[in-house]
Every structure is written in structure tokens, then in C-alpha cells.
């Protein structure tokens, strides 16, 4: 309105007024800010801090005041794959997700320089910190391991990373385990045991259905009385068709046709 009236003043008759009331428009308008749906303005009055404006749309603040925008929008990042020593001193190669929200507008403006770039530094070392406090695998019981305990790890390394970032008034939702492997440098000799693993039960798995598989054989020879079998012939023939079943290589059949007289 001001401004209106002071451009038609200007031009019509009373350049003076017109003048006046053109700055007291512009002084009107100068504290008018515009704020997103999850952003607030943190405003700052003569350098010192005068609050921070949370409501969304067309908004009036101090005027001679300084503001700055303020995300309070949930964010997320994915750290660098990091490579530490385990509990064990076997290098690993780890990383995470980490999900945080700004929750204390002023702390993150004020209390450290670049709140975003602080958190992403204090969660990669309370990453290290954890990792380092747990072996990568292990076979005792009633022990955190970081492949074994991923929901507990977890739950660990949101709370190292929360206390590390409070200063901040950054507040932590979630952190999740990305990548978790052994080094190259060591990755197939440690792989070695659950490769060893992997063989053996798979071995138990086709012995027992071979044992099953001769079973069934022996007993509906005997009960369709198709052969009479002694022990040492029942015996034969279970070793024979255990080393066919069990065995690795393709089995090369030898067919009797009877014995030979001269």
C-alpha cells in the first residue's frame, strides 16, 4: 500500500511524501520471508540469536535482522566403506546408512560449523569404534559378532553415533550396516572355513539320503523276493551303491552276465 501510494505521489504532485512513504514500504517489505513445508528460518538479531521461525508460507520477521535457512527435513548417507581391524585384528572393509533429522535449530546453526559435514565425520568414527569392538565371525556362544549380530550392532552404532552428535542437536533414526566383508588381502583365506563348512553339509546331506535311498532298495528287493541276499552280498551292495551315490565322479557300471565255463 505504501509503496503504491508513494510511486502515484512521486509522479502526480508531492515528490517528498512520496518519496517517504516509498521508504517506509520498502521497510515494511524487507522483513517478508517465504518459508517451505520442512524449513525454518533462523533469525538473528544484531548477531545475537532471536528465535527460529517454524511456521510455513508468507511470514513477517525482525527487520534489520539476519536469517538463515534451516532444513529440518530427514536426511540420510551412506559413509565411506571403511577398512579397520576387527576384535581379532583381521581387516574388514565396513560401512553404513545413517538417518538423521535437525532437531535443535539453534545448536546446529551455532554449535559447530558445518552441522551436515559434522555428522558425517562423527558417524564414520563411531563406525570405526564399533567395529573395532567385535570380531567379524565367530563360533562361542552368547558373543557379538559383526555377520552374526547385525540388529544388535546396529542398535550399537545408532547409539555411539546419537552421543557423538548431540552437541549438534542433530537426533539420530536409524543406522544400518551396508557393506561388511573381509579385506581382499585376506578375503579367501578367511573364506576358507565356511567354504569347509558349506562342503560338510552338504556331504551330511547326500549321506543321509543315500543311506535312505540303499534302505529303501534293500527292502523292496527282499519284500518283492526278487533276490535272496546273504549278509556279506547285503553288505557288498550297500558299499557299492554308497560309493555310486556318494561319490564325485559319474559311477561306470559293470554288467555280470554270468560266469564263464571253459
Known amino acids: 500500500m505504501f509503496l503504491v501510494v508513494g510511486v502515484v505521489l512521486v509522479i502526480v504532485s508531492t515528490p517528498p511524501v512520496g518519496v517517504v512513504l516509498l521508504v517506509i514500504g520498502a521497510f515494511l517489505l524487507t522483513p517478508l520471508a517465504v518459508i517451505q513445508p520442512g524449513q525454518t528460518r533462523v533469525v538473528q538479531y544484531f548477531g545475537r540469536y532471536a528465535g527460529t521461525t517454524r511456521r510455513t508460507g508468507l511470514v513477517w520477521v525482525l527487520p534489520f535482522s539476519t536469517r538463515r535457512n534451516v532444513s529440518i527435513r530427514v536426511n540420510n548417507f551412506e559413509t565411506n566403506a571403511l577398512k579397520v581391524n576387527d576384535a581379532d585384528g583381521n581387516p574388514v572393509e565396513i560401512a553404513a546408512i545413517v538417518v538423521w533429522q535437525v532437531t535443535d535449530t539453534a545448536r546446529a546453526t551455532f554449535a559447530v560449523e558445518s552441522y551436515f559435514d559434522f555428522v558425517q565425520v562423527q558417524s564414520e568414527a563411531a563406525l570405526r569404534h564399533v567395529a573395532t569392538s567385535h570380531p567379524y565371525d565367530t563360533n ?3 558373543t557379538t559378532s559383526l555377520r552374526g549380530s547385525t540388529d544388535q550392532v546396529s542398535a550399537e552404532l545408532a547409539q555411539e553415533v546419537a552421543a557423538r552428535v548431540v552437541v549438534a542437536g542433530i537426533e539420530i533414526l536409524e543406522v544400518r550396516i551396508s557393506h561388511l566383508a573381509y579385506a581382499q588381502e585376506i578375503a579367501q583365506a578367511m573364506l576358507q572355513p565356511q567354504q569347509a563348512g558349506a562342503v560338510i553339509a552338504a556331504r551330511e546331506r547326500i549321506v543321509e539320503g543315500a543311506v535312505s535311498m540303499v534302505e529303501m532298495a534293500i527292502q523292496r528287493l527282499e519284500n518283492e523276493s526278487i533276490v535272496d541276499l546273504d549278509e556279506e552280498r ?20 559293470v554288467v555280470n552276465t554270468g560266469t564263464l565255463y571253459n
Open 140 to 142: 562361542l556362544p552368547d
Open 234 to 253: 547285503k553288505a557288498a551292495m550297500v558299499s557299492n551303491l554308497l560309493v555310486v551315490l556318494c561319490g564325485d565322479q559319474r559311477a561306470t557300471p
